[in-house]
């Protein structure tokens, strides 16, 4: 079946960069998302991309993907405080029911 | 615009007990999605519904999770009888229809269920 995997934690300072990776082995996946899940809260989408492009941009957000590699990483620029959060990585395969694949989530703390 | 709307938003119950959770999904999104998210993991699909149809429910446990979706809006998910191992937050997304060209899933905020 498929599966989608992240690195559990990380920590960067604010006003850095942050990179957030993301591996998955369905090929024949159609939609890459990122979701953020602050605490108590549901998952909010945050960006996706078409699995035929190999970057996207929205604001202080990149996507880059590498479709050979099957990896996926969210660059985050300028991390502010309020970017503490989960981030989820998901995938949409190309069955008949497009099922969505979720990653275990990456803990993003931002150090003051 | 309202987003998905889940209640309760916690809930504790004994093992043994029922326990249900509703959900209301975003006005004119015809997919609903519930989801089993335990601690620190991913959400995991549970059942999918196109309206009123349940078009994917091979990851419910049928022997004590049940869903219904009557009219094609809101929608409940029932466990019964609960288990210690049932405790997590379930949530419910919705989204456009496949033919929408939109597949974007809205969460709605859970139900944190604890079966002591």
């Known amino acids: 079946g498929e599966d989608v995997e992240q690195s559990l934690f990380l920590s960067v300072r604010e006003g850095d960069s942050s990179v957030i990776n993301c591996t998955y082995t369905d090929s024949s996946s159609t939609y890459l998302y990122w979701y953020k899940q602050e605490p108590g809260a549901g998952l909010q989408l945050l960006t996706y991309?078409?699995?035929?492009?190999d970057m996207k941009q929205d604001q202080r957000l990149t996507v880059l993907l590498n479709k050979k590699d099957k990896h996926l990483s969210l660059r985050i620029a300028d991390t502010q405080t309020g970017d503490s959060a989960i981030y989820f990585c998901a995938e949409r395969n190309s069955g008949g029911y497009q099922k969505v694949t979720f990653g275990t989530g990456t803990k993003l703390q931002v150090i003051p | 615009e309202a987003g998905v709307v889940q209640s309760p938003r916690y809930k504790i119950i004994e093992k043994k007990q029922p326990v249900a959770f509703w959900c209301n999904p975003i006005?004119?999104?015809?997919?609903l999605y519930w989801y089993r998210q335990n601690l620190g993991q991913g959400p995991e699909l549970l059942i999918r519904y196109e309206n009123e149809e349940a078009v994917d429910d091979s990851q419910l446990p049928k022997d004590r999770f049940s869903a219904e979706r009557l009219k094609g809006v809101d929608s409940t998910l029932k466990i019964q009888p609960a288990e210690l191992g049932d405790s997590a937050v379930y949530l419910c997304a919705s989204s456009f229809p496949r033919t929408s060209g939109h597949y974007e899933q809205y969460f709605g905020p859970g139900t944190r269920l604890t079966v002591t």
């Open positions: 991309i078409f699995s035929n492009m």
């Open positions: 006005s004119g999104h015809n997919t």
